[in-house]
């Protein structure tokens, strides 16, 4: 399912339009990644909890050149499965 699909379903079992439904989800998105910049961890209770974690540096290797390199440290986003989810998907 793409966003363009879930948009659809939204507007489709929510009774609004589509315009609705990706404006009321793109603000969803916005929130939750705006509470995770803060460090800030997301939780949608039965589905999962998302949160930031920095990923130390690391050596890696270029596969066109087979040089060696360096991967600087950053920060990924972290999904962990809710209970309802983890069962579902058994």
Known sequence: ??????VATIAEVGGITKVQAELALNRVLVNMADA?????????SGFGSFRVVERAE????NPQTGQSIVIPAHNVVKFKPGKNLSYRLQ
Do not use: P
């Not at 460090?39 to 949608?44: A, I």
């Open 1 to 6: 399912m793409n966003k363009g699909e879930l």
């Open 36 to 44: 995770m910049e803060k460090g800030e961890r997301v939780t949608l």
């Open 58 to 61: 690391q050596k890696g290797r």
